[in-house]
């Protein structure tokens, strides 16, 4: 007896060493991080105070992407007109560059020799003048060509931080982005130690109890072995009525929850992303270039259907746009082998529903986020709502009736404010009918 006593205290000393050792880890991982934090601070003060130029850089960065990034790249890669990079050592001079992007066809019609020699290399496409441009703006493009081609440089210490973020997707201030990332990954990892700390206890607790000796009379005892005490232990808790039951409900309330969950999902394509036969991105076109929905989708306003947009208005852009893209190819062949582009159909309605879309957009003045989600943002179209019945119901009843001006709900309103002082919703007009939809 005394020496199993010996054997368990001896036994806990560890446990309680073990448990100083991995809260003292956590200690330096936590006093790590926020080193590493301060350093990656103090680096980015130093980038940004050497930086100097980066506010004309940063600004020419704005002034590229509104009047230069429809026609040409910062890289090397030719869109319209030629890449850009290296631009400032292929010219003559920056007063050239300057006096070539305020008015490239004065120049080219006074006989420069170099002007003409790009003129008729790139096809005699006539470029854009920009009188409005001041020598700093000029400079400014210039810089941030310069910076989007320099190769991000490896940090040493804690200075030398490649100020080319913007390749990376990252900003002026993307030099905070690895700081932030490890400590997530940071508290993650101290999350999962504390979980596993709290679960050693508990085992090293139940095995203490299992190896203990136990009492068969008075002031006898005898050791227990663990296999023993286990079978006795799941044989008590299955013998045990209240326990089975509570099992056995929990198990059919799973299952009865999991059967409905599955059958409320059947024809709900949420989350749906499928990969198109090519790759047009909307983040692109609707968003940074700020190509309004309509023009492609033409019949969002005037009928049923948006409609998918005919190859013919791909090449209103791209007969003349990046035209030796794999991807514009691709349009190039469906043209010529008379075949449809064969899109893959993200949002879908099933038959039995009724939707026009020239109603909602045009008459209810709905946005196109409101049920495809900030479709200027997606890379790749994504199903964003689940576009069920419920969801539809949802809408109508919160949202209210546009009756400004509209004589044509006068008598409807003044008939509605004689029961309720809410505004006019969807639903108080016919919204909730069986007949609207399923007819």
């Avoid at 020699?117 to 000029?138: E, R, T």
């Avoid at 969950?261 to 700020?290: F, R, T, V, W």
């Avoid at 989600?373 to 419920?390: C, D, F, N, P, Y």
């Avoid at 004589?407 to 009918?433: F, M, Q, R």
Wanted: hydrophobic share 40%; aromatic share 6%.
């Amino acid at each position: 007896m005394l020496i199993h006593s010996v054997n368990k205290v001896h036994k806990m000393s560890h446990l309680y060493k073990l448990c100083g050792i991995l809260a003292l880890i956590l200690v330096l991982l936590f006093s790590t991080s926020q080193v590493r934090a301060q350093d990656a601070a103090a680096g980015g003060d130093q980038t940004a105070a050497a930086s100097g130029g980066g506010a004309d850089a940063e600004k020419g960065k704005t002034l590229f992407t509104n009047n230069c990034a429809q026609c040409h790249a910062v890289t090397d890669e030719k869109v319209v007109g030629p890449g850009l990079k290296g631009i400032e050592s292929r010219a003559p001079s920056k007063d050239w560059l300057h006096k070539w992007i305020r008015n490239s066809s004065a120049l080219i019609a006074s006989g420069d020799a170099y002007a003409n020699q790009v003129f008729n290399a790139n096809g005699k496409v006539q470029m854009s003048s920009f009188p409005s441009l001041s020598d700093a703006d000029i400079d400014g493009i210039l810089a941030y060509i310069d910076q989007a081609n320099k190769p991000q440089q490896a940090s040493t210490g804690t200075t030398d931080i490649s100020k080319n973020t913007e390749g990376a997707g990252g900003g002026p201030s993307g030099g905070s982005g690895p700081s932030e990332l490890f400590t997530l990954v940071l508290v993650a990892v101290l999350v999962v130690m504390l979980l596993v700390l709290g679960v050693l206890l508990v085992v090293v607790n139940i095995l203490s109890k299992a190896v203990s000796p136990v009492s068969i009379g008075e002031g006898t005892q005898i050791p227990s072995s663990f296999a023993q005490r286990l079978k006795t232990g799941l044989s008590s808790a299955f013998n045990n009525s209240t326990l089975r039951s509570i099992v056995i409900w929990l198990f059919l309330l799973v299952a009865v929850k999991e059967t409905f969950d599955g059958a409320y999902g059947i024809g709900i394509q949420q989350g749906y992303a499928p990969k198109q036969p090519i790759a047009y991105s909307h983040k692109l076109h609707a968003g940074q270039y700020k190509i309004d929905c309509n023009y492609c989708h033409t019949g969002a306003q005037k009928g049923k259907n948006a409609t998918i947009p005919a190859a013919n208005i791909c090449m209103n852009c791209h007969g003349v746009i990046k035209k030796e893209s794999p991807e514009i190819q691709k349009i190039y062949t469906a043209i010529e082998k008379n075949q449809p582009i064969e899109w893959i159909r993200v949002h879908n309605l099933p038959d039995l529903a009724y939707f026009n879309h020239a109603q909602h957009v045009n008459v209810g003045n709905v946005a196109c986020q409101t049920c495809h989600g900030e479709i200027e943002k997606m890379e790749v179209v994504e199903a964003r709502s689940s576009l069920t019945m419920g969801w539809c119901i949802d809408c109508h009843r919160r949202t209210d009736v546009n009756t400004k001006d509209n004589a044509y709900y006068d008598k409807l309103v003044a008939l509605h404010k004689k029961e309720s002082k809410e505004p006019l919703k969807v639903a108080n007009i016919g919204g909730l009918e069986c007949s609207k939809c399923h007819y």
